[in-house]
């Protein structure tokens, strides 16, 4: 079946400027993960989503990071007023569950803050 | 706090060498362990896992065992191909967490 995809895979923006970035999950999944993969910081885990529960938001950077999940599927992370140490690769993860289910990610999308 | 460190790359091999890449972690309680395998221009991939110590997790011809005693899942290759060339990255996860927390990879070439 299909995997988890994300749009777009590139995006390069002005610094200042807001984005957003997509997550498709595999279809059946509840959860749902977003971590970012940065040169200096290696693989850092941004937010969480379980099913309607209130997302875990605990690892999201700054108040200017927030995601949203609609119907309990797709999901989007905004970036608003884009920084140059924000330019990195977004990954968007998914599981059947939880704690003992395995995380399958997406490709990915890098964003570059010009 | 949770924290896995594994060896620096670039890690350049010929092929049908022996691979050995070292990972260690620190963590409370008895963590689940992960190999992630990330191909160029593509998304990460579990490689392989193990979920208590003395477990051994293998995958394509890949094997890490979990070792309590010295905080260590070691991923090992007999016989590496140019297929394997990759990032690799090991990774916890804490009893009853869903968080993944992840080393800072290790990047394999293989040459002919």
């Known amino acids: 079946g299909a995997g988890v995809s994300q749009s777009p895979s590139n995006k390069v923006t002005e610094k200042g400027k807001d984005v957003e970035l997509r997550c498709d999950p595999i279809?059946?999944?509840?959860?749902l993960y977003w971590y970012r993969q940065s040169l200096g910081q290696g693989l850092e885990f941004l937010i969480y989503f379980q099913g309607n529960s209130a997302p875990d938001k605990s690892g999201l950077p700054s108040d200017r990071f927030s995601a949203e999940r609609t119907g309990g599927s797709v999901s989007t992370l905004t970036i608003q007023r884009t920084q140059q140490e924000d330019s990195a690769v977004y990954l968007c993860?998914?599981?059947?569950?939880?704690?003992?289910?395995?995380?399958?990610f997406g490709p990915g999308t890098r964003l570059t803050v010009l | 706090g949770d924290s896995v460190t594994q060896m620096e790359g670039p890690v350049t091999l010929s092929e049908e060498a022996f691979l050995t890449i070292n990972c260690t972690y620190t963590a409370t309680g008895y963590p689940s362990l992960f190999w992630y395998v990330q191909y160029p221009g593509e998304g990460l991939q579990l490689l392989l896992k193990?979920?208590?110590?003395?477990d051994k997790g293998s995958n394509k011809g890949f094997e890490a065992t979990y070792r309590k005693e010295t905080t260590s899942f070691h991923l090992e290759k007999g016989s590496v191909q140019v297929s394997d060339s990759a990032v690799y990255f090991c990774a916890l996860r804490r009893a009853g967490s869903y968080q993944l927390t992840f080393g800072k990879g290790t990047k394999l070439s293989v040459i002919p």
């Open positions: 993860a998914s599981s059947l569950r939880t704690t003992t289910d395995t995380q399958y």
């Open positions: 193990a979920t208590k110590a003395d």
């Open positions: 279809s059946g999944h509840t959860a």
